[in-house]
């Protein structure tokens, strides 16, 4: 194969894995904010209603870092990505920060996975090296972040403080 056909080769496979990227991104995106938006619609007046002071000093601690705890959640592993969806209808994120927070927190992984998907044949091929380091950074860093902040019961112990809890 000459120079050209190979440049012209891996430059198709790279668009086409931005392209995929881009459709898993939005598609993931607009799904999450459907959730969202039927867990605002449904769901948030009556568990405004029913909430006691430690659900509501956890959602407006979640309505202030609005951008931020969707971001985390969208990066740290093992969260469920439709509990993160619903659970945010309920609280006051604006929708438009919900689904800037979601796209920007899924498109790494979603790049991840379709580059991985896309290599499966050749786990030593530099795509899917890429993904592979990209999923355990992502990782590492989300597990870094929630020791660091110390989320484990960092709001849980000061929404038990609001209350007049010790």
Known sequence: MSRGAALARVGGLAALLV???????????????????LSRWWAHDAVLAL?????????DVLARRGFLSVLYARIAPGVPYNLVNYAAGLTAIPLRTFAAATALGASPRAFAYTALGGSLDDLGSPEAIVAI??????????????????????????????????
């Open 51 to 59: 909430a006691g002071p430690r659900l509501l000093a956890l959602r």
């Open 19 to 37: 392209s995929l990227v881009a459709v898993l991104a939005l598609s993931g995106s607009l799904s999450a904010e459907r959730a969202f938006s």
């Open 133 to 166: 380091c990209l999923l355990v950074a992502m990782a590492i860093g989300g597990l870094v972040w929630l020791r660091a902040s110390g989320s484990a019961g960092g709001w849980s112990s000061r929404a038990g403080r609001s209350a007049g809890r010790p």
